[in-house]
Nanobody
Framework: QVQLVESGGGLAQAGGSLRLSCAAS?????MGWFHQAPGKEREFVAA????????YYADSVKGRFAISRDNAKNTVFLHMNSLKPEDTAVYYC???????????????????WGQGTQVTVSS
């Protein structure tokens, strides 16, 4: 099994930046980020293939967030820039055993999930 541990969440002002990290205990293929606000469905944010050659973003974060990974460290990052109050949510990283990264926007695609890290953006 693969364990995922997120870090880097916290408070930021609108327009600010945060970098989230997710360390995996073993090798993974596709990795992604989702977020969930209270009472809302978990929503796709970004995903990246094992090689980093394919990346996907939700329309709401495109141009503001960037996903990357360091396979030598089994770590995926989410660089969040130009933060907005509506970005406030718990952010979860996820990892898939499958290399079918074209299905990475759907939660059911993933096999492992982190515990989540809170991101709060104030205006």
């Amino acid at each position: 099994q693969v364990q995922l541990v997120e870090s880097g969440g916290g408070l930021a002002q609108a327009g600010g930046s945060l970098r989230l990290s997710c360390a995996a205990s073993g090798r993974t293929f596709t990795m992604g980020w989702f977020h969930q606000a209270p009472g809302k469905e978990r929503e796709f944010v970004a995903a990246i293939s094992w090689s980093g050659g394919f990346v996907y973003y939700a329309d709401s974060v495109k141009g503001r967030f960037a996903i990357s990974r360091d396979n030598a460290k089994n770590t995926v990052f989410l660089h969040m820039n130009s933060l907005k109050p509506e970005d406030t949510a718990v952010y979860y990283c996820a990892a898939a055993r499958s290399s079918d990264h074209n299905r990475s926007r759907w939660p059911d695609y993933y096999d492992y999930w982190g515990q989540g890290t809170q991101v709060t953006v104030s205006s």
